[in-house]
Each structure stands twice: as structure tokens, then as C-alpha cells.
């Protein structure tokens, strides 16, 4: 149901833009979020989407990142700006039920994607 495309290798400083392709309906009826995973580590939630445009930001990407939606095209996106080396990870994009509207738990997200990766060079 979720596809994620748009990773890549940049150099700090950079930008990328991810976009996640949903099935038809998902993004405007569920809460939508980014995770990401680096190597060694636990997933963390980045950013997250509620259906009425309320958003939440991981304190480590606010001001760089920009999470947003087109329920016409069924496509979330996370514009991501002035990129560092610790944001290079495996990016995930999830639904959530709209009770759990706002987490950046993991625990909290019921669809997953299979993720694209993002590697910042120093």
C-alpha cells in the first residue's frame, strides 16, 4: 500500500526530496508519518501528517525538514533540506489509525513501506 521513492546519495548541505505513493484513500483517512532507521540503530519517528494538516517534527530535523501531502496524487512527501551525516538512514513511510494521530512512536503505525535509503556525505 505505501511505496517510497526519491532517496540518494548527497553531500551535506543538500537537499532530497522523498515522496511515499499510497494506495487510493489511504493518505486522507489515515495519519501518515516518516521513519528512518540507520545502521546499528533503533527506528525513529521524523515527521508526521494528520489528516486535518496538524504536523509534529523529531527535534533533530525541525527547520530542515518539510513533510506534506497531495490526496489528489495519493503521495506524501519530506522535503529535506541542509542535510548532515546523521541523517543518513533508511527511510520509511507509515500509516497510522486516526486515534494515533501525531505519534512518533513506531508502535503507533499499522502500513509500512519498504523504505528508501538516503547516505549524507561529509
Known amino acids: 500500500q505505501l511505496q517510497e521513492s526519491g532517496g540518494g546519495s548527497v553531500q551535506t548541505g543538500g537537499s532530497l526530496r522523498l515522496n511515499c505513493r499510497a494506495s487510493?484513500?489511504?493518505?486522507?483517512?489515515?495519519?501518515m508519518g516518516w521513519f528512518r532507521q540507520a545502521l546499528g540503530k533503533e527506528r525513529e519517528g521524523v515527521a508526521t501528517?494528520?489528516?486535518?494538516?496538524?504536523?509534529k517534527y523529531a527535534d533533530s530535523v525541525k527547520g530542515r525538514f518539510d513533510i506534506s501531502d497531495d490526496d489528489a496524487e495519493d503521495t506524501l512527501s519530506l522535503q529535506m533540506d541542509r542535510l548532515k551525516p546523521e541523517d543518513s538512514a533508511m527511510y520509511y513511510c507509515?500509516?497510522?489509525?486516526?486515534?494515533?494521530?501525531?505519534?512518533?512512536?513506531?508502535?503507533?503505525?499499522?502500513?509500512w513501506g519498504r523504505g528508501t535509503q538516503v547516505t549524507v556525505s561529509s
Open positions: 487510493r484513500g489511504v493518505i486522507g483517512s489515515h495519519c
Open positions: 501528517l494528520s489528516p486535518d494538516g496538524t504536523w
Open positions: 507509515a500509516a497510522a489509525y486516526t486515534h494515533n494521530c501525531n505519534s512518533l512512536r513506531e508502535r503507533d503505525y499499522v502500513y
